[in-house]
């Protein structure tokens, strides 16, 4: 699956790690209309505000809090953790929540990252605030590389 952006749209891969939905949930919330888009060579392209008006849908905004919560609840609730773990929430005041979700979703599907959680939020004026849970390394190197990239 293509997850980098094509052009100004987002695709389905995009939607997928924003919204921690599954891919068959997604294509439901498609065939339902809730979810609007245009398929191109036979991939699903969003504009920023098809997926912004996806993100407000009261239908669907209770699962999409409801993946968001999950991280973090699923992180404080396992107290016998193996290995090294974070969870960061993490507001970015002045933030481009399309850079923002571009870059995030680019890097954890391409950064050759396993188990990461990710989770993205950003309304009309409001401030992006990204979920991430993971290794301690990973996710400190993914915002570390956020901040570079921002200099």
């Excluded at 790690?17 to 068959?24: A, F, P």
């Excluded at 399309?98 to 990461?116: D, L, N």
């Excluded at 939020?121 to 915002?143: F, S």
Aim: proline share 3%.
């Amino acid at each position: 699956m293509d997850y980098q952006a094509t052009g100004n749209y987002y695709v389905l891969g995009h939607v997928k790690v924003i919204t921690g939905l599954s891919e068959r949930t997604l294509r439901s919330y498609i065939s339902l209309g809730l979810l609007k888009g245009e398929k191109i060579n036979g991939m699903w392209h969003f504009t920023e505000e098809q997926l912004g008006d996806f993100l407000a849908n009261p239908s669907v905004r209770p699962s999409i809090l409801a993946k968001k919560h999950a991280i973090i609840w699923d992180f404080l609730a396992d107290s016998k953790k193996k290995e090294e773990e974070c969870c960061i929430i993490w507001d970015i005041p002045r933030g481009d929540a399309k850079r923002v979700a571009e870059f995030f979703c680019y890097e954890i599907s391409e950064g050759g990252y396993k188990g990461i959680n990710f989770s993205f939020d950003a309304h009309k004026n409001e401030t992006p605030r990204v979920i991430l849970r993971g290794k301690t390394d990973d996710v400190l190197l993914i915002i570390s590389k956020y901040k570079e990239l921002k200099k």
